[in-house]
T-cell receptor, first 114, second 109 residues
Framework: EAQVTQNPRYLITVTGKKLTVTCSQN?????MSWYRQDPGLGLRQIYY???????DKGDVPEGYKVSRKEKRNFPLILESPSPNQTSLYFC?????????????FGPGTRLTVT | KNEVEQSPQNLTAQEGEFITINCSYS?????LHWLQQHPGGGIVSLFM???GKKKHGRLIATINIQEKHSSLHITASHPRDSAVYIC???????????FGTGTRLTIIP
């Protein structure tokens, strides 16, 4: 089944404790991106990747890192999480670079930083 | 930066009613997406369109490029249509999506 998977689905952590949220897609998509969703603000892009080893900042990249060493995986790293990073996070992918192709979203990761 | 506005923010209707959700944007785009987010949180792409109209089952999406406006219609609404509907646009020359804040639809049996 074609899908985007994220792990973990739920995470409660403390300020400053490094964490990684994994994202994987099995559709051989080139384009992958990370979003955060906050009440009243909608979805905002954190980072995106056009292809392997090609990543770029989105609208809200501060406090996050990403890497794209393999086409299928696009992990999101929070080196020193803070409470303002408490949010619902979505990974998404599409066939080619750019957002003019159908977006496939992962199930979401609800992160709470205390 | 493109501003994407959706209306209404919240909509409650009776089962069977015809539903319209609107989306307007401020700057020319290359494509517009309609997404559906169910209470569990998962997001599904419903439509992607750059002109005219698309139909899938009871859902119809239209776009007017000149007026910078799109509508999502649901015919014969059903409680399972209850969800948040999100409009997103792809800006010209930009690989990023800009999202509206969503319309929460509740269909009462």
């Amino acid at each position: 089944e074609a899908q985007v998977t994220q792990n973990p689905r739920y995470l409660i952590t403390v300020t400053g404790k490094k964490l990684t949220v994994t994202c994987s897609q099995n559709m051989n998509h080139e384009y992958m991106s990370w979003y955060r969703q906050d009440p009243g603000l909608g979805l905002r892009q954190i980072y995106y990747s056009m292809n392997v080893e090609v990543t770029d900042k989105g609208d809200v990249p501060e406090g996050y890192k990403v890497s794209r060493k393999e086409k299928r995986n696009f992990p999101l790293i929070l080196e020193s999480p803070s409470p303002n990073q408490t949010s619902l996070y979505f990974c998404a992918s599409s066939l080619y670079a750019g957002a003019n192709y159908e977006q496939y979203f992962g199930p979401g990761t609800r992160l709470t930083v205390t | 930066k493109n501003e994407v506005e959706q209306s209404p923010q919240n909509l409650t209707a009776q089962e069977g009613e015809f539903i319209t959700i609107n989306c307007s944007y401020s700057v020319g785009i290359s494509a517009l997406h309609w997404l559906q987010q169910h209470p569990g949180g998962g997001i599904v792409s419903l439509f992607m369109l750059s002109s005219g109209k698309k139909k899938h089952g009871r859902l119809i999406a239209t776009i007017n490029i000149q007026e910078k406006h799109s509508s999502l219609h649901i015919t014969a609404s059903h409680p399972r249509d209850s969800a948040v509907y999100i409009c997103a646009v792809t800006n010209f020359g930009n690989e990023k999506l800009t999202f509206g804040t969503g319309t929460r639809l509740t269909i009462i049996p």
